[in-house]
């Protein structure tokens, strides 16, 4: 029987809707429900315009969940983000107003413009779906998921993540700008930020955790654990590299690869499912060792060693 009978129209709805405004990105949208399905968080890095934000706050709509859009600043507090405790007058008591951070859906506009303390006010957030202020443990609404973008670490005014941040994130992808035909269609309808506010919701939250359940159940064989385990430990060992990827890297790659065959329409995991997502689970979780840097960004180094790599591993038939 096949997983993902029960949601496969739903899911395929959902794709859809994402597609009518982000235009010839089948594999963008594909990472971005991945990443919903494995209960994970996005990290989308690219240049200014060419559509990150359209594409969280599209995910927003096409499912029926609450959404807070937070524009990362250099200024903002995390407080701004969790939430403080104000005095309540009549009660003489303190009361804890909730932040932005407590909805379904987080889309973190621009997060490295805003200062590694601001940063690491989701860490816990993003790592277990609490938050703590004051003391007192505050549970997230489920299901939980961060969606941030990023400008390429070499623009200026940003701060680079740091790796206990980027760990965090599932994966991390970039738009690319489109194809022309693609292009010419987005500029004849004006798609922008605000056409995704047309959109229908397709799933429920309550669907996407009954779907998130069902992932947990497909088969991954163990010669593909192998694979996996052999390309995490090259990565440990290669020269190139500063930073391998940890037991928490290779999780996710398990997770993001049972998702991916859920959303296929399968019950079981191929070589395919991990072939294509080593690149955006493993890149952003590697440091590349200075002797060997380029005049490449820094995630397209990452990104090319990591591809090395892969040829390197025998992949199972």
């Not at 989308?44 to 859009?69: N, Y």
């Not at 009361?95 to 805003?114: Q, S, V």
Request: aromatic share 6%.
């Amino acid at each position: 029987m096949v997983a993902a009978t029960q949601f496969e129209s739903k899911i395929r709805l959902l794709k859809q809707s994402i597609e009518k405004v982000i235009k010839g990105k089948s594999d963008v949208v594909d990472l971005a429900i991945v990443a919903l399905l494995a209960k994970g968080h996005l990290l989308i890095e690219d240049v200014p315009g060419v559509g990150k934000t359209t594409l969280a706050h599209a995910m927003a709509r096409s499912f029926d969940c609450t959404f807070q859009r937070i524009q990362f600043t250099s200024d903002l507090l995390p407080s701004d983000l969790t939430g403080v405790s104000i005095f309540n007058q009549v009660e003489r008591s303190f009361e804890f107003r909730k932040g932005p951070i407590f909805a379904n859906l987080i889309l973190a506009d621009e997060i490295n413009r805003t200062t590694p303390k601001t940063q690491s006010a989701l860490l816990e957030a993003m790592s277990e779906g609490k938050v703590t202020v004051e003391d007192k443990t505050y549970s997230l609404p489920q299901p939980f998921m961060v969606v941030a973008t990023q400008n390429p670490i070499e623009h200026h005014g940003t701060y680079p993540l740091p790796e206990s941040q980027l760990d965090r994130f599932l994966m991390r992808i970039q738009m690319g700008y489109p194809s022309e035909e693609d292009e010419k269609q987005i500029v004849r309808a004006q798609i922008n930020y605000s056409a995704a506010e047309e959109l229908t919701p397709m799933l429920s939250a309550q669907d996407i955790q009954e779907a998130q359940k069902q992932v947990e159940s497909v088969q991954l064989h163990d010669a593909l654990l192998d694979y996996m385990m052999a390309l995490t430990r090259m990565t440990r060992s290669n020269e190139q590299l500063t930073l391998g990827i940890s037991p928490r890297g290779t999780m996710a790659l398990y997770r993001a690869a049972q998702a991916r065959a859920f959303l296929k329409g399968r019950n079981y995991c191929v070589p395919d499912d991990i072939k294509c997502l080593v690149v955006p689970v493993f890149s952003h979780r590697v440091i590349i060792n200075t002797k060997y840097s380029s005049p490449l960004p820094k995630s397209a180094e990452a990104e090319s060693v990591i591809k090395g790599l892969m040829e390197e591993v025998e992949v199972p038939l």
